[in-house]
């Protein structure tokens, strides 16, 4: 990560500074002489909270990505990177050589309803097979709750799928069970704050009575480092979750107790839960296929139907009101460490990046202006834009672009950014994502929104000298025809929004 503030992150500095760390208290003892444990989807929400502490326990950690980044060697300092698809099996030894113990974290669900089991399972397959292959001794997994006998939502089906698969080989499987998680950066913790949040009347479907054992990140972490440190738990299946049950509709009534609203709730028969699922997202940051699939979910009961994880890992869980205000209290602090958004979309892996391009991109328009300020102080405003700060200069413009895309089932503006304060590559950016960083002198985005084409912000700073040349270049690459009516038909608005956020970045750094 790069820190754009003032302050340092514990990327760049130390581990434990960021007292961000949550196992200090868990019963067991680090065992770092069981050798190297694997963690894949280091990238997503979960793997990217656990490797720290694993670290900060002194394992020695080696997380598994599908594309490298050096970043990762600075957020997770002394971690070795291996580049593996679990698509593609081939990849996966040399990921898994050398390894005991193999945390399994992946998840599709930004493939969408119809593509992600298939893919969850086709993974998971590929998976167990590379760890029997190379004697991994053990695999941990994170899955979900629910009853199999109950007809599950097709994301709860598929957490248990995977489980199965796993459990299929010759490798001890771990698996522990968790329902809703609570904890800054988490969708389904955003989904339920943001509907709070924004709307006083809402309508909800008659599965919110549906019964939810809810956890907070921390003890999910908890677990997770707790579990590969008693021997006892290989091979074992634990359902994990908070002290209390309850129903979807009281997790709301509770959200807006904490952030004292004044809520008024109605339960209707919903038919169409895809029709419905899409307005829900669009109240909220989180895109309209991930919503589907944990709203589809809410016609189950996700409880615990047993505690004897307690036996091995007693430790006392956090209670939702106090998870909600962790998590509110992260957000304030600017200190959101993992976000759902942190897993890219499905294209995004496929995504050519602009430099990838045999040629340059046909479409593009500069605008640059001269400054006398240092480039330090033109990179860190140019690193703010974006999220709560919004684009500084005719941000209604930029809000209507988002609502087109929200509305055409695209991101939107409203996934915001993880942090106001600090920029890491891959790094969302309301619609877009940071494709390339280079401290005060580059940052290069690449659309998301929803394109006939493809698209990309690219602000650089050229220090001359006495003064320092700041330009904006929108690049854009199409081979349909809409697709170049769309670059005309912008045009004209491009010099209106660029020229005037180059000079709100220059005024404001
Ligand atoms: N988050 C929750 O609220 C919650 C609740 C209950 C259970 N869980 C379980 O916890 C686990 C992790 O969830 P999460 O929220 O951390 O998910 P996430 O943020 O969506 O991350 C998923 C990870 O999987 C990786 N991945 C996807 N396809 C891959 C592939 N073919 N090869 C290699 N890596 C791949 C992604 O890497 P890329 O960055 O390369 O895409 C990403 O790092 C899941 O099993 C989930 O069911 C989560």
């Known amino acids: 990560m790069i820190s754009i503030g003032g302050e340092m992150r514990p990327e760049e500095n130390n581990l434990d500074d960021w007292n961000q760390l949550f196992c200090h208290d868990l019963p067991s003892d680090p065992v770092p002489e069981i050798g190297t444990v694997l963690v894949t989807g280091a990238s997503g929400y979960i ?26 060697e600075k957020q997770f300092p002394g971690c070795e990177v291996a580049v593996a698809d679990a698509m593609k099996e081939k990849t996966l030894d040399a990921a898994l050589e050398g390894v005991t113990a193999a945390y399994y974290l992946i998840h599709s669900l930004l493939l969408g309803p119809e593509k992600f089991a298939r893919a969850d399972r086709e993974a998971a397959s590929n998976f167990r097979r590379a760890a029997e292959r190379q004697n ?19 994301h709860l089906r598929s957490r248990i799928e995977v489980a199965e698969e796993l459990r299929s080989g010759e490798v001890e499987v771990t698996i522990l069970r968790a329902a809703v998680i609570i904890g800054s950066g988490s969708a389904s913790y955003e989904i339920i704050k ?13 599965g919110a009575r549906s019964r939810c054992q809810p956890i907070s990140i921390r003890d999910v972490i908890k677990y997770l480092v707790g579990v590969l440190e008693v021997d006892k738990t290989s091979g074992r299946t634990f359902d994990i979750g908070g002290d209390e049950v309850m129903t979807y509709l009281e997790m709301l009534r509770k959200t807006a107790s904490v952030l004292q609203k004044k809520r008024f709730f109605i339960q209707f028969q919903i038919f169409n839960i895809s029709i419905y699922s899409y307005f829900v997202s669009l109240l909220t940051p989180v895109p309209g296929p991930i919503t589907r699939c944990l709203l589809e979910g809410i016609k189950n009961d996700v409880v615990c139907r047993e505690d004897s994880i307690k036996s091995y890992l007693d430790f ?17 602090q600017d200190r959101v460490r ?57 941000n209604w413009l930029w809000r209507i672009r988002g609502a087109i895309d929200r509305i055409f089932m695209g991101v ?12 890491g590559p891959h790094d969302v950016i309301d619609f877009w994502r940071v494709e390339k960083l280079e401290r005060n002198s580059k940052m290069l985005l690449r659309a998301e929104m929803k394109l006939p084409g493809m698209a990309w912000l690219d602000f650089n700073i050229d220090d001359r000298g006495d003064t320092r040349r700041l330009t904006i270049t929108a690049w854009y690459h199409t081979t349909s025809f809409f697709g170049k009516i769309y670059w005309y038909f912008f045009y004209p608005f491009h ?15």
């Open 412 to 423: 939107g503006t409203s996934r915001g950014r993880r942090e106001s304060a600090s920029l």
């Open 47 to 72: 793997g990217g909270r656990l490797v720290p502490e694993l670290l900060a326990r002194g394992y020695r950690v080696r997380i598994m990505v599908r594309s490298y980044l050096p970043e990762y």
């Open 194 to 206: 943001n509907l709070v949040m924004k709307v006083p009347v809402f309508v909800l479907p008659r």
């Open 136 to 154: 991994v001794s053990r695999i941990i997994y994170l899955g979900g709750l629910g009853d199999v006998a109950a007809r599950l939502s097709p």
């Open 495 to 509: 010099h209106f929004i660029f020229k005037g956020l180059i000079e709100q970045i220059e005024k404001r750094s």
């Open 316 to 332: 006392p869980a956090i209670e939702f009101e106090e998870a909600i205000l962790r998590a509110l209290s992260r957000e304030e």
């Open 338 to 394: 993992t976000r759902w958004s942190n897993a890219y979309p499905p294209s995004h892996e496929l995504a050519m990046k602009l430099d990838e391009l045999e040629n340059e991109p046909e479409y593009s328009a500069r605008y640059g202006i001269s400054s006398e300020k240092s480039s330090e102080h033109l990179f860190r405003s140019l690193c703010r834009v974006g999220g709560a700060e919004g684009w500084f200069h005719n």
